[in-house]
């Protein structure tokens, strides 16, 4: 929080974006893929159908009853999804292996992907539980999908042999975790470097998704950022609430700094 407040500073003081003090932009708008929980297949569909009709273009959905249940389930909450959100959209799905009872295996996660590939699902998201390296990396060059994960990592060090080794398709350190604006942009050089794609773990605040916004802009191959929906924690903590654009896309603040204005009143209701 310090780092990425001194970031803010530093672009109020320059009166620059914080995206442009990063090394300049590569763009000024960035997709937001809707982020949310998964639940049973009918249920499901209608959320998504009904954050499909605020304009979002990208969708993930994760953790709920998914590997939890059987193979069957899953591939029917995937179908689900897919048929809601579109041909067009792009659909991410997260095992969300994080978990502390997370029972599934490498082998899971291959025929899993497997199954994905049909629905074409972007990537699969912690398929495996995140301290298995072995089987990350045995998973990234057996999938038709690619792997990404990554955001219970801390300190650009413990990224170090999970990009070497190439266990990711694409990388996802979280700022608000891994040490804020200034870590983060060192994992995304590190990911560069090793042919690995840098997209932020979102699920935090509306700072966390100022701060993505302006490090997506500021790299070459991020052009995707994490939106939570539904949470107060986003969309009630600025003044003057997130707006897409007419193509699904969020516009990255132009102001100083972070961009944002803080709604005083709503960060002293949900402190």
């Known amino acids: 929080g310090i780092d990425i407040a001194m970031w803010d500073i530093l672009g109020k003081a320059t009166r620059q974006p914080v995206g442009r003090l990063l090394g300049g932009r590569y763009r000024d708008r960035v997709r937001p893929y809707a982020s949310l929980l998964m639940c049973e297949p009918r249920v499901l569909a209608e959320h998504l159908l009904a954050i499909k009709s605020q304009g979002f273009r990208a969708f993930k959905i994760g953790w709920g009853p998914f590997g939890r249940q059987s193979f069957a389930s899953d591939e029917a909450i995937v179908r689900a999804a897919r048929e809601a959100v579109g041909p067009d959209s792009l659909l991410m799905i997260d095992a969300g292996a994080s978990d502390a009872f997370w029972r599934q295996d490498y082998k899971w996660a291959v025929r899993t992907a497997r199954m994905l590939a049909d629905y074409d699902v972007y990537w699969f998201e912690e398929p495996v539980p995140p301290d298995n390296l072995h089987d990350y990396v045995l998973l990234r060059n057996h999938s038709p999908v690619p792997i990404a994960g990554g955001e219970v990592l801390t300190r650009r060090q413990s990224f170090t042999p999970w990009l070497q080794q190439r266990a990711f398709d694409i990388v996802q350190p979280d700022v608000t975790k891994v040490g804020g604006i200034s870590e983060e942009r060192r994992i ?84």
Not at 203 to 217: F, M
Not at 238 to 254: A, F, I, N, Y
């Open 188 to 271: 995304a050089w590190m990911a560069e470097e090793c042919g690995i794609r840098f997209i932020p773990h979102g699920w935090n605040t509306a700072l966390g998704l100022a701060s993505d916004l302006h490090l997506a802009s500021a790299c070459r191959n991020t052009d995707l950022v994490e939106y939570l929906t539904g949470s107060p924690f986003i969309d009630d903590l600025v003044e003057g609430r997130w707006k897409l654009d007419s193509e699904g896309m969020l516009p990255v603040p132009e102001g100083a700094g972070l961009g944002i204005s803080l709604n005083m009143d709503a960060v002293e209701k949900h402190t």
